[in-house]
């Protein structure tokens, strides 16, 4: 065997690359070669530079210095068309599909096929037939997209990508909304990719789902590569310490807080679409001061639907009760006003203006409570200052409270509405995903802002595709399943894959229900 033929063939070879944004650098003297074949994990903390690379490598953004290889040929990207072209795709965190469309039109949108006279769906059909069973996506190209699970969807990302012929694919976050038993199905599909020869770049802060899956993991710190592992060599606590320089945070709370006070009731709480179809089925629960509860479900179950409702966003029947007020009727800026916290699941669609800077995302929301307001008038000198305090306790990585919220990496824009949210001592927090997107170490700081405001007497609705988080958090556990709350569990006996089972309806109660 010749040297040529025993050395690992590089799919994607990145060379000092150096990406500078006013402020600050985002990625310096990076090198990173991903094996062809290969899964090759990408991990770092918040604001590390990993979607920045990402973005260079598939044509969003144009490195400052360095060189990107391809299949060992120099290339220069000027959009994602021209990473398209070389055999590049990518799926993003949040999904690009149109819900009203089906598969094969989402599939097929930008890249038609047939001729100028007329498309040829029949013959996309058959293609998206085909390289659904070579690589095990088991996709059907009918359904329209809104009528899928968020497994289902990312699968359709994916065929999408292989259809315009992406022999390396980037996967940014790829299980940060997946069930266990949907994860255990994206790594067999993902390992199929493998045997066939594709290169996969898997972005993900989920250590011990990295050392599963990966060949390799390169870590990034402070925008630039500090190792590269092989994750059969390498503890889980290692790599957290290689990603932030501390251990693994636990989100265990050890002791109940909860009191005998009620500070929501949701009594036989509706939610239907434009057709009649019940999104949120006669629901009811409490929650007292000192308590999480925690909900569980496949993301499309009707998790969106309640958290809206009981914010008053969404037109509901039923009672909503806030301690004895009945705010049932009530305004989205009342219930704020009588100190209803929320993180929204969407914190681009819900929570952040991304154009506008980091002080006035701060007041949004807010604007009519202190210290955003006096006497009816947004007062900036202490909302500038307040969100000085929110960028120092919650660590958000930025040069400066003027720079806009879409300057922000995605766990940095996560951090500020968390501590935005968790600011003027609310009484209630409706908190989706609080720690979607974020690193460890800023993890572990929100479970422990989280502990302590419960600790308080803070009640909290905890919605999370964190299963571990889940019950690590809550003091009760509820599984919603098509909008009805179908099992309660114990979070002290449950376990991850109890819960699995009974979101996806396979199990009728979780272990450990009370």
């Given at each position: ?477 509820r599984v919603i399943l098509r909008g009805r709350l179908v099992a309660q569990a114990d979070p002290a006996t449950v376990t991850p894959e109890d819960l699995g089972s009974a979101m996806t309806g396979a199990g ?7």
């Amino acid at each position: 065997m010749t040297e040529s033929e025993s050395t690992p063939h590089a799919a994607v070879r990145l060379q000092g690359i150096t990406k500078r944004f006013p402020g600050v650098v985002a990625n310096h003297d990076i090198d990173l070669t991903v094996v062809s074949g290969t899964v090759h994990a990408l991990c770092g903390e918040n604001g590390a530079g990993k979607s920045t690379l990402m973005k260079i490598l598939y044509g969003m953004q144009k490195p400052d210095e360095g060189t990107i290889e391809v299949e060992g040929r120099q290339v220069a990207f000027h959009s994602p068309s021209d990473a398209i072209a070389v055999g590049i795709g990518m799926v993003h965190q949040h999904f690009k599909l149109a819900d009203n469309f089906t598969v094969l039109e989402n599939v097929i949108l930008g890249s038609e096929p047939g001729s100028a006279f007329g498309l040829d769906l029949d013959a996309a059909r058959r293609r998206i037939l085909e390289i659904s069973d070579r690589y095990g996506l088991d996709v059907d190209p009918d359904p329209v997209v809104a009528e899928l699970g968020v497994g289902d969807r990312q699968r359709v990302e994916i065929l999408k990508a292989l259809y315009r012929g992406a022999r390396i694919l980037i996967l940014d976050e790829p299980t940060a909304v997946l069930v266990p038993q949907e994860v255990d199905e994206l790594f067999a599909a993902l390992n199929e990719l493998k045997a066939e020869g594709l290169t996969v770049v898997f972005i993900s802060h989920k250590l011990d789902e990295v050392r599963k899956i990966a060949d390799a993991i390169t870590v990034i710190r402070r925008g630039t590569t500090v190792a590269t592992v092989d994750p059969r060599e390498v503890t889980t606590r290692q790599l957290a310490e290689l990603m932030v320089g501390s251990e693994l945070p636990s989100p265990q709370t050890t002791s109940s807080t909860v009191t005998d006070r009620p500070v929501l009731t949701v009594e036989n709480l509706t939610v239907t679409d434009a057709d009649g179809r019940a999104l949120i089925d006669d629901v009811s629960f409490t929650i007292h001061a000192g308590e999480v509860l925690g909900i569980a479900g496949v993301e499309g179950n009707g998790q969106a639907e309640l958290v809206d409702a009981i914010m008053g966003i969404r037109a509901s029947t039923g009672r909503v009760l806030l301690e004895s007020d009945d705010i049932s009727n009530e305004s989205t800026r009342h219930r704020r006003e009588a100190g209803v916290a929320f993180i929204p699941e969407d914190r681009i669609r819900q929570g952040l203006l991304l154009e506008a800077p980091l002080w006035e995302n701060r007041v949004l929301g807010h604007q009519t409570t202190e210290p955003n307001s006096k006497g009816g008038l947004i007062d900036r000198r202490h909302a500038r200052a307040d969100t000085q305090r929110i960028v120092a306790d919650y660590d958000v990585r930025t040069p400066s409270i003027d720079v806009t919220a879409s300057a922000l990496s995605g766990g940095n824009q996560q951090k500020l509405i968390v501590g935005r949210e968790m600011s003027g001592q609310p009484r209630l927090l409706l908190a989706a995903h609080p720690t979607r997107g974020v690193d460890v170490g800023a993890q572990a700081a929100i479970w422990d802002h989280l502990r302590h405001a419960r600790a308080q007497g803070l009640a909290v609705l905890l919605i999370s595709a964190d299963l571990d988080e889940l019950i690590g958090l809550s003091d009760s556990l509820r599984v919603i399943l098509r909008g009805r709350l179908v099992a309660q569990a114990d979070p002290a006996t449950v376990t991850p894959e109890d819960l699995g089972s009974a979101m996806t309806g396979a199990g009728a109660r979780a272990e450990g229900a009370a």
